[in-house]
């Protein structure tokens, strides 16, 4: 699928889930059921993985729900409330699996603790000294609600433990949720059992939502004081000895073969259950392994939650367009008639790119299989040749970028050696319409200069009013005429003017994200700015044509000094990153000075022993060093595993590098 494409598609899902957010959690009064609310999530969560470009503050990867309600008190969560990736097949199970192996560093047996994925409300209880203190909502992963009377109403969930065991400080994490039998009395009043039960936790009068059936399942914890206990089904065993009500179907299994037929099994069973369920998690059992596997940015490595199958449905192609994107992707969209795919109303399918239409030979008119599932787009599976017109015609992808007519081109890939599938626009800069539009969507996005009020739409508005055409626009807007627009009063004109003044003081990291240079995402900015310090030294090695220095950046590679290059190479976009930053407070980036590796560098060469690349080079991240990919005189140490390069270990000798084995590295973190 091109790039334009799915940068529009994927803007859309991400604005349509922020609706459903903000109607769910914080006006309580939602519109879809939560299958659809966790499908469009599932769209957003699959894009991202397929095209790294794609980047929201807003997204459900970044923000674990929605900012809470600011009719309840908000809690910082003392662990974070994350949500699971997910897996929607039998090649992401296996890719789950590898990812472990990959980032331990050898292939081990893995036990998993398997329980029920229920459609509920995720909250978490703190006890100190065997009293209930509190209780939270998830809310956006780092602050919850505090909604412990609402809470304390349901009866499975115990006041006061006075078991010896029982920690003496735990946050008990859990799913809230209402039967099927019990839906029935209150379908009146919500879209879905989900649904009702968040509504009836966020009542601000406990004694209504005593009066709603509300259940409690728990099956993990956050926080907890002197942790002692090895693995996940050992702590299911202490809640049930502490009694809390765990899920009946919980298992243990040795394998993803065991993973699978059990998955199967359960599918068809589901819906003989009294709850609803939308999948299973599977988590690493041993507690050990978990805290070494740790987190990603919004999930932990060592949990999946397998979802159950997709939906699909038949309809007709009525047209195929093409979007561009930020990076100039093209990507074709199918214009179908209208068909409901799991209780939700489809009218558009990603076809993906050319080569996607090439191999299935879809052709407007088609009758076509649709299906909603980790696509997170709905998609084409196939056509039905036998109901096509005979004179229906091959589609001809465009040579030319359909916003400004420059030529479209396959990249060549060098590490495949393929053309890329994805034809893009050869237009670098803001002269081309679509990509200048969104390119302004990206740099006002939440992750990136996080302007609020000024959204998809309100840009696309700007723009056809000719009040944008560049970043630095937005800080030169009219106001006055601004105000005169419809659906614009002075408060809105005040918020905007606000947001926009407090974005002008941003990180450098954020700020070179917010750009939106090809292949430099949230990470590679950190890495960009963690290596310049600050904007001067970063315009310096630009104006000096140093990039290549960059290549000392462990995580950076040609492809991304070439994209560097091909972007500065453009007089246009290096005059706005020029009056961009004299216009903005760039702060330099902030580094840890209390690690004990700081100001060191380091260099891996030859395999580590029980340690992957990656957890060693967080380790040194976490203690204030950083990692380089290249020998030069800037690096400290080179550590060397087993079979190290003989090169890089002569050119550390003629340089006076301190060379150090594994261990002796760990010994200078104690």
């Known amino acids: 699928m091109k790039d334009n494409e799915i940068k529009l598609y994927y803007k859309k899902k991400i604005d349509e889930i922020n609706k459903h957010n903000k109607l769910y959690f914080e006006n309580s009064s939602p519109e879809i059921s939560d299958k659809e609310y966790d499908e469009i999530k599932k769209k957003i969560l699959d894009l991202e993985k397929k095209y790294s470009f794609l980047k929201s503050a807003l997204s459900p990867s970044n923000s674990l729900g929605y900012e809470p309600s600011k009719n309840f008190v908000k809690s910082k969560h003392r662990v974070k409330m994350l949500s699971l990736s997910n897996a929607f097949d039998i090649e992401d199970l296996k890719n789950f699996e590898k990812r472990i192996f990959n980032y331990l560093n050898k292939k081990i047996q893995i036990e998993y603790s398997v329980e029920p994925k229920i459609d509920g409300i995720s909250a978490s209880l703190t006890y100190k000294n065997g009293l209930l203190v509190k209780g939270?909502?998830?809310?956006?992963?780092?602050?919850?609600?505090?909604?412990?009377?609402?809470?304390?109403?349901?009866?499975?969930?115990?006041?006061?433990?006075?078991?010896?065991?029982?920690?003496?400080?735990?946050?008990?994490?859990?799913?809230?949720?209402?039967?099927?039998?019990?839906?029935?009395?209150?379908?009146?009043?919500?879209?879905?059992?989900?649904?009702?039960?968040?509504?009836?936790?966020?009542?601000?009068?406990?004694?209504?939502?005593?009066?709603?059936?509300?259940?409690?399942?728990?099956?993990?914890?956050?926080?907890?004081?002197?942790?002692?206990?090895?693995?996940?089904?050992?702590?299911?065993?202490?809640?049930?000895?502490?009694?809390?009500?765990?899920?009946?179907?919980?298992?243990?299994?040795?394998?993803?073969?065991?993973?699978?037929?059990?998955?199967?099994?359960?599918?068809?069973?589901?819906?003989?259950?009294?709850?609803?369920?939308?999948?299973?998690?599977?988590?690493?059992?041993?507690?050990?392994?978990?805290?070494?596997?740790?987190?990603?940015?919004?999930?932990?490595?060592?949990?999946?939650?397998?979802?159950?199958?997709?939906?699909?449905?038949?309809?007709?192609?009525?047209?195929?367009?093409?979007?561009?994107?930020?990076?100039?992707?093209?990507?074709?969209?199918?214009?179908?008639?209208?068909?409901?795919?799991?209780?939700?109303?489809?009218?558009?399918?990603?076809?993906?790119?050319?080569?996607?239409?090439?191999?299935?030979?879809?052709?407007?008119?088609?009758?076509?299989?649709?299906?909603?599932?980790?696509?997170?787009?709905?998609?084409?599976?196939?056509?039905?040749?036998?109901?096509?017109?005979?004179?229906?015609?091959?589609?001809?992808?465009?040579?030319?970028?359909?916003s400004c007519g420059s030529e479209t081109i396959k990249e060549f890939n060098r590490v495949t050696k393929k053309y890329d599938a994805v034809r893009r626009c050869t237009n670098e800069g803001y002269d081309c319409e679509k990509i200048a539009i969104e390119k302004i969507k990206h740099f006002i996005s939440k992750e990136a200069m996080n302007i609020d009020g000024l959204g998809k739409k309100v840009v696309e508005n700007f723009w056809d009013l000719n009040l944008i055409r560049l970043p630095q626009d937005i800080y030169s807007l009219d106001y006055d005429k601004i105000s005169n627009l419809d659906g614009w009063g002075d408060l809105s004109v005040s918020n905007l003017k606000y947001s926009i003044d407090q974005s002008k003081n941003v990180s450098f990291d954020r700020f070179l994200y917010a750009i939106g240079i090809r292949h430099i995402g949230i990470e590679n900015a950190r890495l960009l700015a963690e290596y310049a310090k600050s904007i001067k030294n970063f315009m310096s090695f630009i104006s000096e044509k140093k990039l290549n220095e960059f290549l000392n950046i462990d995580g950076i590679g040609d492809t991304q000094i070439n994209s560097l290059k091909k972007f500065f190479n453009n007089k246009l976009n290096y005059s706005v990153i020029k009056k961009l930053s004299s216009i903005l407070n760039i702060s330099d980036l902030k580094i840890n000075k209390k690690g004990k590796l700081l100001n060191n560098t380091f260099m891996f060469t030859g395999k580590l022993s029980d340690m992957s690349r990656a957890e060693a080079k967080s380790l040194i991240e976490k203690n204030s060093g950083s990692v380089v990919s290249s020998v030069n005189k800037k690096l400290n140490y080179l550590i060397i595993g087993e079979k190290p390069t003989n090169r890089k270990v002569e050119q550390a000798k003629e340089l006076g590098i301190k060379i150090i084995t594994h261990k002796e590295w760990l010994s200078l973190l104690d």
């Open 136 to 402: 939270t909502s998830r809310g956006d992963g780092t602050l919850g609600e505090v909604i412990t009377e609402n809470l304390k109403t349901i009866n499975d969930i115990p006041h006061r433990i006075s078991n010896k065991d029982f920690p003496k400080d735990i946050d008990i994490r859990g799913e809230v949720f209402i039967t099927k039998n019990d839906f029935k009395k209150l379908k009146n009043d919500f879209a879905n059992p989900r649904n009702a039960a968040s509504g009836t936790l966020r009542q601000k009068n406990p004694s209504e939502t005593k009066k709603i059936p509300l259940n409690f399942i728990a099956y993990t914890y956050g926080y907890i004081a002197n942790d002692k206990i090895n693995k996940q089904s050992d702590f299911l065993s202490l809640l049930k000895k502490w009694g809390f009500k765990i899920n009946e179907h919980n298992k243990i299994l040795k394998n993803l073969s065991d993973l699978i037929n059990f998955h199967k099994k359960f599918e068809n069973n589901r819906f003989d259950l009294e709850y609803d369920v939308d999948g299973l998690v599977y988590k690493v059992n041993s507690l050990e392994l978990q805290k070494r596997l740790g987190f990603t940015a919004n999930s932990p490595r060592w949990a999946i939650a397998h979802k159950f199958s997709a939906d699909s449905a038949y309809s007709k192609i009525t047209d195929i367009s093409i979007q561009v994107g930020r990076t100039g992707a093209l990507t074709p969209v199918a214009r179908i008639k209208p068909v409901n795919i799991g209780g939700v109303v489809v009218s558009n399918a990603t076809l993906h790119n050319e080569d996607e239409i090439i191999r299935k030979d879809i052709r407007i008119g088609d009758t076509v299989k649709i299906e909603r599932a980790g696509d997170v787009i709905p998609h084409v599976i196939l056509v039905d040749f036998k109901k096509r017109d005979k004179k229906s015609k091959k589609f001809l992808f465009p040579d030319a970028c359909p």
